[in-house]
């Protein structure tokens, strides 16, 4: 675990893609279309499925959208998207993980690539960087509208088999194996707990500072990434400004 905060730059990004509003809610049809397709429309039965919802709601996506996609996907649709991930590293050797879901591989792998090496990266081969990340659930609690203190919250999620905990004047951010993290987001609503956040995510092992003279360079190449239809996800291993 690499100890530092996600949820200070959750925050930071999502108000920076408040413009791109449209096309988080194309990104996120997709997966809940590829989610609905692989294992039925009803988040109640389709664990996958149910964490898309909770994120597309999280980001204020309409109802009527996301009802669309789930239909769209009981219609028996052929559309079809596949699952990509490319590896690399950013200016300043920061390794980066991008996922996608992309109807044209070939597209998909040339603005990634562009993506890298216009903005002083260099694209990797599968396995180049990947080991340096784990599979973790991620919950956040906003302190704000949870009243219990940092005791009783830790014991509640170990008692849940929660992995770790940090804590922030602003929030408890809580970390669990893949595996337990839906048993641990259940048992911490059921237990009245208002959860701000939660996904699966990429926790890198270790962090990078970014120097000062490629900080701009590498913003760029994230946003540009982001930015892409295809790029559903971006994990990098740069160091926090908290963590300085």
Do not use: C
Request: net charge negative; proline share 2%; glycine share 8%.
């Amino acid at each position: 675990m690499s100890g530092h905060s996600k949820w200070h730059n959750i925050q930071g990004r999502k108000n920076a893609q408040d413009s791109k509003r449209g096309k988080i809610f194309q990104k996120l049809s997709r997966e809940l279309f590829m989610a609905a397709k692989a294992g039925g429309a009803d988040p109640d039965s389709n664990a996958a499925l149910r964490l898309i919802v909770d994120k597309a709601r999280a980001a204020n996506m309409p109802k009527d959208n996301i009802k669309r996609a789930l239909d769209k996907a009981e219609g028996g649709s052929e559309e079809h998207y596949d699952e990509v991930t490319y590896e690399g590293y950013a200016p300043g050797g920061v390794a980066v993980l991008v996922e996608a879901l992309t109807d044209n591989k070939n597209r998909t792998a040339s603005s990634v690539r562009v993506a890298f090496t216009r903005n002083g990266g260099s694209l990797g081969s599968s396995g180049s960087v990947a080991y340096m990340f784990d599979r973790k659930g991620y919950l956040v609690l906003d302190r704000t509208k949870n009243t219990q203190d940092e005791d009783e919250v830790l014991l509640d999620i170990m008692d849940l088999g929660a992995d770790d905990l940090q804590t922030s004047d602003d929030a408890f951010e809580i970390y669990t194996d893949a595996k337990e993290f839906a048993g641990v987001r259940d048992g911490l609503i059921e237990k009245g707990y208002q959860i701000a956040n939660s996904e699966l995510t990429m926790i890198p092992q270790n962090t990078t500072p970014v120097p000062e003279d490629k900080q701009e360079q590498f913003e760029h190449m994230i946003d540009q990434l982001e930015d892409d239809d295809d790029v559903s996800e971006v994990y990098t291993a740069a160091e926090d400004d908290d963590d300085e």
